[in-house]
């Protein structure tokens, strides 16, 4: 539950005692539209795909209309942008959680991954945050460096992530340029 305007609003509960990612029927659950796609001039190819939520839905307040364009350079860089408009004040905070094996065979963990974040969030046994921010220094979260996924994950199977879903505090120097 949260307070908006003095007023209480009751979420769906999907990961008792908590509303983890909007609920049992969260954006991840519904049926996104697709709205548009094609190349830009550049050769980039976009997609962009909408969705309205309706007011009440999982229990949040107002109707929030959704948009994300997934944007895939010639570079090779894949770009997802997002936007939300609302009628009432409303909490919103979009974010990704698609799994790719970029290899198209193996497993994930041959996969080497870079995450320029010095500090982690520790989470409670229900995975929230409790509030504090850790170092990822001689830890199995560490990806300052470029590293094989699976190098550590063995280091964190007795933990309730069991594996890597954790929320990482990025670093504000170092970061690729945002287009």
Do not use: C, M
């Not at 049926?31 to 796609?37: D, E, R, V």
């Not at 309205?52 to 959704?66: A, F, H, K, R």
């Not at 936007?83 to 909490?91: E, G, K, L, V």
């Amino acid at each position: 539950k949260f307070l908006l305007n003095d007023r209480e609003y009751r979420l769906a509960i999907n990961n008792e005692p908590n509303h983890l990612h909007g609920g049992p029927g969260g954006l991840h659950r519904v049926h996104w539209k697709l709205l548009a796609y094609g190349r830009h001039r550049n050769g980039d190819a976009w997609a962009r795909f909408g969705y309205l939520s309706l007011e009440g839905e999982e229990g949040y307040p107002g109707t929030l209309e959704l948009e994300v364009e997934y944007t895939l350079t010639i570079d090779h860089v894949l770009r997802i942008e997002y936007q939300a408009t609302t009628d009432i004040p409303t909490p919103v905070n979009l974010t990704h959680h698609s799994y790719w094996n970029l290899a198209g065979e193996g497993t994930i963990l041959d996969h080497e991954l870079q995450i320029k974040a010095s500090s982690y969030t520790p989470t409670d046994d229900t995975l929230i945050p409790t509030g504090e921010i850790a170092s990822v220094d001689g830890t199995a979260l560490d990806f300052r460096q470029s590293t094989p996924v699976g190098a550590r994950i063995e280091q964190l199977v007795e933990t309730p992530a069991y594996g890597y879903d954790h929320n990482y505090v990025l670093d504000r120097t170092g970061l690729f340029p945002l287009q």
